[in-house]
């Protein structure tokens, strides 16, 4: 089984339409959340972190679980620009009292005119 | 200011060779990793330097693989002799050192390397 779980997708969407992305971790040890963004042969860029109260940033809005070890990213009317594939992404705990970045295998989004 | 730099773009070369990957992370960042996304996969890590020091290298595949900072600088990943399923995008990633109580700093990562082995 898989760290952290992600639906590849495609999700394909019109402007403007509304998409949540799901993912789960299985690692208790993980101690911050994020999403990546990550465009065509690009490297992947911190899109915004991911807090139990929940953030939002402008159209986007993430959500943490931590009891049920689920994450959610809301995008809202969403724009052509907004085509990537979103990382869910897991900071676990090690032993050195280090950390390690975890990746989902990210959720491909297609918006179309 | 400059971020992470990555050495070649793209590499392309026969199952036996040796290639020597390069990165620059940014300046006055300690903290240097590497990590690999080969095709249809996940993006995994490799390893962790703290300036010139492995801190974390369980994510090694195997012992063709060789990475080193000297200086605490720039970090060089070596792969000896290239077999055909280490092809797949080498990312470097930097960050400072996270202050006192803060659990985690961002992580900036760098274009990649295209390793291709045929």
């Known amino acids: 089984r898989k760290e952290v779980e992600q639906d590849p997708g495609p999700f394909n969407v019109p402007e403007g339409a509304t998409v949540a992305f799901n993912c789960t971790y299985s690692?208790?040890?993980?101690?911050?959340f994020f999403w990546y963004r990550q465009d065509c042969r690009k490297e992947p860029k911190l899109l915004m972190s991911v807090y139990s109260s929940g953030n939002e940033d402008g159209r986007f809005t993430a959500q943490l679980n931590r009891a049920s070890q689920y994450i959610s990213l809301l995008i809202r009317d969403s724009k052509l620009s907004d085509s990537a594939t979103y990382l869910c992404v897991v900071n676990i705990a090690m032993n050195t009292g280090f950390q390690k970045l975890v990746f989902g295998t990210g959720t491909r989004l297609l918006v179309s005119p | 200011e400059a971020g992470v730099t990555q050495f070649p773009s793209h590499s392309v070369i026969e199952k036996g060779q040796t290639v020597t990957l390069r990165c620059d992370p940014i300046s006055g960042h300690d903290n240097l990793y590497w990590y690999r996304r080969v095709m249809g996969k996940e993006i995994k890590f490799l390893l962790h330097?703290?300036?010139?020091?492995?801190?974390?290298e369980s994510g090694m595949p195997n012992n063709r693989f060789l990475a080193e900072r000297t200086g605490g600088t720039y970090s060089t990943l070596k792969v000896q002799p290239a077999e055909l399923e280490d092809s797949g995008v080498y990312f470097c990633?930097?960050?400072?050192?996270?202050?006192?109580?803060?659990?985690?700093?961002?992580?900036?990562f760098g274009p990649g390397t295209r390793l291709t082995v045929l």
């Open positions: 690692n208790s040890a993980s101690q911050s």
């Open positions: 330097f703290v300036k010139e020091s492995k801190q974390d």
């Open positions: 990633a930097s960050s400072q050192e996270a202050p006192r109580g803060v659990s985690y700093n961002e992580q900036f």
